[in-house]
């Protein structure tokens, strides 16, 4: 997602508890860049900036301020459209296979990592609380695959953990994994029989 060729080299872009709207207003005053907001893009933000920045700066301190609020950024040919977050993710956002897309401008992108070594179901069991408030988190069993829609931001954070756990499990770790799990199954069941025998019990004495 780039910022207008018609932007200035630099210009002003600090606000103190202002206006969403009068911030993509000034934006796109400066720039030359145009601009469709949903009618449910509203609330306030600070950027507090002391010195000129570039057309790319503020359009990163802008998209920040509009995740800070719940509103993302989705660029249609040369227009830019504001909606929420949630409602933006189900519509055209960037998507990357394999690569970790950029942290800035902040914006809802959608990640698709095949994993190596990790069962992509038991990523999903295990770490889709992971994904922020306005993200989703699935996957493709057939192609091991984790699917993310999040912010940019909150995308680079889980792929860096990904990382780290899709690595080869050596083979004690993998049996001292299976018997833990027969274990616990062992444990389950026994515990679902004394419950049942319990019942039984509570049952005769009445």
């Known amino acids: 997602m780039s910022v207008s060729v018609f932007a200035a080299d630099k210009f002003k872009f600090s606000f103190a508890n202002e206006e969403l709207t009068k911030m993509v207003e000034t934006y796109s005053k400066a720039t030359g860049q145009k601009f469709i907001l949903d009618p449910g893009v509203r609330g306030k933000a600070s950027i507090l900036l002391p010195e000129d920045v570039t057309a790319?700066?503020?359009f990163n301190q802008l998209s920040t301020a509009l995740a800070v609020n719940g509103f993302a950024i989705s660029k249609r040919d040369d227009t830019m459209v504001i909606m929420s977050a949630r409602n933006i993710q189900?519509?055209?956002i960037e998507s990357y296979t394999d690569v970790v897309p950029p942290m800035k401008p902040e914006r809802?992108?959608?990640?698709?990592?095949?994993?190596q070594n990790v069962p992509a179901a038991q990523i999903n069991m295990d770490l889709r609380i992971l994904t922020s408030k306005d993200g989703e988190l699935s996957v493709f069993s057939s192609g091991n695959?984790?699917?993310i829609?999040?912010?940019a931001s909150n995308i680079q954070r889980v792929a860096a953990l990904l990382k780290e756990l899709d690595k080869p499990v050596s083979a004690n770790t993998a049996k001292f994994v299976a018997q833990y799990k027969k274990e616990k199954e062992k444990m389950r069941v026994e515990k679902a029989?004394?419950?049942k025998k319990e019942k039984k019990t509570n049952k005769s004495d009445l």
């Open 56 to 58: 790319e700066e503020a």
């Open 90 to 92: 189900r519509s055209l």
């Open 108 to 115: 809802m992108v959608t990640y698709i990592l095949t994993l």
């Open 145 to 147: 695959s984790v699917i």
């Open 149 to 151: 829609s999040d912010w």
């Open 193 to 195: 029989e004394n419950d």
